[in-house]
């Protein structure tokens, strides 16, 4: 069991990625927005780390545009809950 704190100042951005530590976390937004792309670890065939989420030309990819995630933007005072292995 993975046991960590993680602070991020203004700015602070994490390239597409699926969880490493097969743990489930929780974020919770202080002060500012973050931008979230979360996708279950069933869509990982399609997925890739060159994935940019933010990007618009990067949501057309062929096999991005196939896989089931969704964005959500966390705001001051929001918990976001993401299951272990998640992207």
């Given at each position: ?5 993680l602070?991020?100042?203004e ?7 699926q ?6 976390s929780w974020?919770?937004?202080l002060?500012?927005?973050k ?10 065939r399609?997925?890739?780390?060159t994935i940019?989420?933010f990007?618009a030309a990067?949501l057309t990819?062929?096999?991005?545009a ?8 966390v ?9 272990g292995?998640?992207w």
């Amino acid at each position: 069991q993975w046991k960590f704190l993680l602070i991020g100042e203004e700015g602070t951005e994490m390239f597409f990625h699926q969880d490493g530590t097969a743990s489930s976390s929780w974020q919770a937004q202080l002060v500012g927005k973050k931008r979230w792309t979360l996708c279950p670890n069933t869509e990982t065939r399609y997925l890739s780390t060159t994935i940019n989420t933010f990007d618009a030309a990067h949501l057309t990819d062929r096999n991005f545009a196939q896989a089931h995630c969704g964005q959500v933007l966390v705001e001051a005072g929001d918990l976001l809950y993401y299951p272990g292995l998640w992207w």
